[in-house]
């Protein structure tokens, strides 16, 4: 979109992550998706008289990986709190979270920026919560369902400052953070699941004004989409409303997919005084260097700097450098394979072409290919040594992926598929064949060059398409000209 | 000693002789039930059937020799424990319905080691109060004068024990609640160290100061039960992952060298001078069985009221939100919309005491506010909590009265909250230290049992259980019964 001219948008999201977790942040049900309502609420999810919270320790791994991940300080000591409000979804009428000591504080991410630069966004802070349960009002007249299943699921809310200037920054912003989040094994980042979820802030300001606008928060929206289209109304409601002479007043909205708006929520759905005070059910969280390091020492390179490698180390085009970079197992997938070719653009070609064309017709992610980087890289091998032609390679690679084989060479060999280099066995086949064919023989040597094409395939038809073809072409040449 | 009113260890030595079988035992507390409870009020539940089935399987137990450290001792339960399949109601019109489908750790444990429960006793609504008058199923009477309250908010509890209608009681204690009723029924109750025992099923209402413990006869019951309460508990992040002392062969150790520090702040104006003179008396036992006594300040002391009375509605005004008739409780009929469900559910379900504090603890928490009583109140709480270990520097035991008064008449109070707050005036320094603090009958007044209150430092029990044993060897207060015979 075009910002309306005379104007400036200051935006900031704060995203809630699922974490990739088998059971709850707080009790032993499984957060699995999708299963019958209430069938994933333990006692604990319920609020039941008397229970308590006990955290499960893989939260945390996780949020300093994110931490890590974005540059952020690690609070060695981070606390719980109780955020207040009444909610038939909210089970125990507060939610415990982080409030005053968040266990990540600070960090950055770089977007991209249509014109091709890069922009640097700040975050001000990451820290644990457990979601709600879901409120279901449209199943029965007159009456709400209330589906604890996701009440107790470990979140990560991400907030960012108020540095994103358009929807477009926004999305690119959330883009980034989904493949950090992704990458990082945090969270699986599945939108339509509800994984993943933005609330923008968003404000506007005439040009030379220093202050910001007053915001308005749009809750809620679950695709890179519905963030953009949010974003989008939200700029032109408030700029309509203040051209037109009138104030904005802080609110809460919710995005109307269907009429492409936001409409401010019901007070009664929006608490002001949420009354938090620290949670006196669980001891504060303390993190050892120690456990930090370790955490430290398992974090793999990140997409950033991964795609850099591959563009500047192994002289990449940056549109395939990224292509590889942006999911960690096709990454993971492209290093192993080329630790073993040694050839990163001809390896990079392969698993953009034929891998990725298979898996994406057989709808398929790289973690579930038929074909493993070691299979990939035998064959990559053998035609890179001559072994095989690229046409047999191609078959090859057919017979790997269709499992009519587990290695290449064990096909290669049973098949008797190896290129024909041998001398001996190609200069009789090659003198039968000029003497078959004299006249064009003859033209050859005048100069007709393109009847070498001619020679060329009877070899290859005599060979099946085994013979090396820069060895069968030389050795027509010497014949030739020996004629 | 007539048999309904002897101690665990005595009742333990006969069960194993076969002087008595754990079914007579059982059958005689639910004898004394059905003919006292309709007067003392201090059950709320009897579960007769479960308790003799129990009882049989307790006595197969002892015929093969076999069985735990408690088989066959018929004991109650605060009816703040959830015990599973067994109606639970904190005290509360709320919960008057509920059912858990899971038992309180500890509750868990006492069974396990063999204790059979009858039942369980009347509260204050949710732990809050002093009398037990604030209980949605009426007040309880003290067995030592039926026109007076028993204290609270474990005064069921307390009156069940003292009338001889369980051999002994479990309590909780946020401000005083095992104490003060311990002191005004005559028996010995402990408050151990915040974590001691484990809080998983123990239905909240200020869950930095909430702690179960014992409340029986005599110190070496407590120490016995304690033994079989306490411990780590996964699913309580905030009990204490510590060894359990072998509290009972502790108890006969001499309690010479043993420095007993007495608090001027102890000594406040408010406190019934009989009462006063009944401490003195005892403080004289405790220098005859070898202890020093020496004079100790604890200056932030006489702020407690006030910081308790910040944090403890604080916490229960989040505790008790999940009460908001959507999954369980009590439920309004007919809610026409959410704001009813949760207004007429809530209004209806919690009796006055609950609502006042959930107002407090709301507005104390309220966003202006906060700074200037929560935050206060918890830096108070540091200070208080500070005193007490620099005075553990150079004592072992601090000691007082429980509580300012005996027991004092049903309705006297009702009206003045301020007098009634001040009931735990002494006790409750030791929750937002996070102490373990113990009362043992040390005399009377009029007819009334005094209870001594001994404060000790963290994890050390052990002390405060050796030290009332030895004060029971030297006296017979907690001999004595009231005259509630029938």
Request: proline share 5%; hydrophobic share 35%; glycine share 8%.
């Amino acid at each position: 979109m075009t910002i309306p001219a005379g104007w400036q948008v200051d935006i900031g999201l704060e995203i809630h992550a699922q974490l990739k977790t088998t059971s709850k942040i707080f009790s032993g049900a499984s957060t699995q998706f999708g299963q019958l309502p209430n069938s994933q609420a333990s006692v604990i999810d319920l609020g039941m008289p008397g229970v308590l919270p006990a955290v499960n320790g893989v939260v945390f791994e996780k949020a300093v990986r994110f931490g890590l991940g974005v540059g952020g300080r690690i609070n060695r000591e981070s606390r719980f709190d109780r955020k207040n409000y009444f909610y038939p979804d909210l089970p125990k009428g507060y939610q415990i979270t982080q409030m005053d000591q968040p266990i990540v504080v600070g960090g950055s991410v770089t977007i991209d920026l249509p014109d091709g630069s890069t922009k640097l966004i700040a975050l001000t802070r990451a820290h644990l919560e457990e979601d709600a349960g879901k409120s279901i009002h449209d199943r029965k007249p007159n009456y709400t369902g209330i589906d604890l299943n996701r009440a107790g699921t470990p979140l990560l809310e991400i907030v960012s400052e108020p540095q994103l200037k358009s929807p477009e920054e926004a999305v690119s912003y959330a883009r980034v953070i989904h493949q950090l989040l992704t990458y990082l094994e945090i969270c699986d980042g599945n939108m339509a699941e509800g994984s993943l979820r933005f609330d923008a802030n968003v404000s506007v300001r005439r040009i030379n004004d220093e202050a910001l606008g007053v915001r308005s928060e749009i809750k809620n929206l679950n695709s890179f989409r519905f963030l953009d289209q949010a974003i989008n109304f939200e700029i032109s409601r408030q700029v309509e409303t203040l051209n037109a002479g009138e104030t904005l007043s802080q609110d809460t909205r919710l995005f109307d997919p269907d009429q492409l708006e936001t409409r401010p929520m019901r007070s009664k759905e929006t608490a002001t005084d949420y009354r938090y005070f620290p949670e006196p059910d669980l001891l504060p969280v303390v993190l050892s260097e120690r456990y930090i390091d370790e955490i430290k020492k398992e974090m793999p390179e990140l997409p950033q700097v991964r795609t850099q490698r591959y563009h500047s180390a192994f002289a990449l085009p940056l549109a395939d450098a990224q292509l590889l970079a942006q999911d960690r197992r096709l990454a993971d997938f492209f290093d192993e394979t080329v630790a073993k070719t040694q050839t990163p653009k001809t390896t990079a070609n392969w698993i953009k072409g034929d891998l990725l064309a298979r898996l994406n017709e057989a709808s398929l992610t790289i973690a579930e290919s038929p074909v493993t980087s070691e299979q990939l890289a035998e064959l990559i091998t053998m035609v890179d040594q001559d072994t095989i032609s690229g046409k047999i390679a191609k078959d090859v690679f057919g017979a790997l992926w269709e499992g009519r084989t587990t290695s290449a060479s064990a096909y290669v060999h049973e098949h008797q598929l190896e290129q024909v280099s041998d001398q001996s066995a190609l200069e009789p086949l090659i003198a039968s064949l000029l003497k078959e064919h004299p006249k064009q023989a003859d033209d050859l040597k005048a100069g007709k060059d393109k009847l070498m094409g001619f020679f060329v395939g009877k070899v290859m038809q005599a060979t099946q398409g085994k013979a090396n073809p820069k060895q069968v072409n030389d050795l027509i040449r010497g014949k030739i000209d020996q004629r | 000693m007539t048999r309904p009113f002897s101690s665990l260890s005595q009742l333990q030595s006969q069960l194993k002789d076969r002087s008595i079988s754990a079914t007579e035992l059982t059958q005689l507390y639910l004898d004394r039930i059905e003919q006292l409870n309709p007067i003392l009020n201090c059950y709320i539940t009897v579960d007769e059937e479960h308790a003799l089935e129990r009882a049989r399987a307790a006595d197969q137990q002892l015929a093969r020799g076999s069985g735990g450290p408690l088989t066959g001792l018929p004991i109650s339960q605060k009816d703040i424990f959830c015990i599973k399949d067994t109606t639970t109601t904190a005290g509360s019109k709320m919960l008057a319905n509920f059912r858990p489908p899971y038992s309180a750790t500890c509750s868990t444990k006492l069974e396990q080691a063999g204790a059979i429960t009858l039942g369980k006793t009347n509260m204050d609504e949710f732990a809050m109060g002093s009398s037990n008058e604030t209980s949605f199923f009426g007040p309880v009477k003290n067995p030592w004068d039926l026109l007076r309250i028993p204290g609270g908010s474990s005064g069921g509890s307390a009156a069940a024990v003292a009338a001889g209608l369980c051999a002994a009681s479990t309590g909780t204690d946020t401000g005083g609640s095992i104490r003060q009723p311990a002191a005004m029924c005559g028996l010995t109750g402990l408050k151990p160290t915040y974590g001691r025992i484990s809080r998983w099923g123990m239905i909240a209402f200020a869950s930095s100061l909430d702690q179960a413990g014992p409340m029986t006869r005599t110190a070496q019951d407590a120490a016995l039960l304690l033994e079989h309460m306490a411990g780590y508990d996964p699913r309580d992040a905030t009990s204490l992952d510590e060894p359990i002392p072998k509290y009972s062969q502790e108890l006969s150790q001499p309690l010479s060298g043993l420095k007993i520090g007495v608090c001027r702040q102890f000594f406040s104006e408010g406190l019934d001078n009989a009462v006063e003179t009944v401490i003195r008396e005892a403080f004289k036992i405790f220098e005859q069985l070898g202890a020093t006594l020496v004079d100790i300040e604890l200056p932030n002391t006489p702020l407690s009221v006030s910081a308790y009375y910040v944090i403890a509605p604080a916490e229960c005004s989040a505790n008790l939100s999940r009460y908001d008739g959507v999954r369980f409780g009590h439920r309004c009929s007919d809610p026409k919309d959410l704001q009813d469900l949760y207004q007429r559910s809530r209004g209806e379900g919690f009796g006055n005491e609950v609502k006042k504090r959930i107002l407090v603890g709301t507005f104390a928490l309220s966003a202006g506010y906060y700074d200037a009583f929560y935050r206060r109140a918890q830096q108070v709480r540091r200070l208080i909590k500070n005193d007490f270990v620099e005075a553990f520097d150079h004592v072992d035991l601090i000691i007082g009265p429980t509580a300012p008064t005996p027991a004092f008449k049903i309705g006297e109070k009702v009206d003045n909250p301020v007098d009634m707050y001040l009931q735990d005036i002494f006790t409750i320094s030791a929750n937002l230290a996070g102490l373990p603090a113990m009362s043992i009958p040390a005399g009377q007044v009029e007819g009334l049992p005094v209870g001594l209150q001994l404060i000790g430092n963290y994890l050390q029990e052990g002390t405060l259980l050796r030290a009332g044993h030895q004060f029971q060897q030297a006296t017979d207060w907690h001999q004595l019964t009231p005259d509630i015979e029938l």
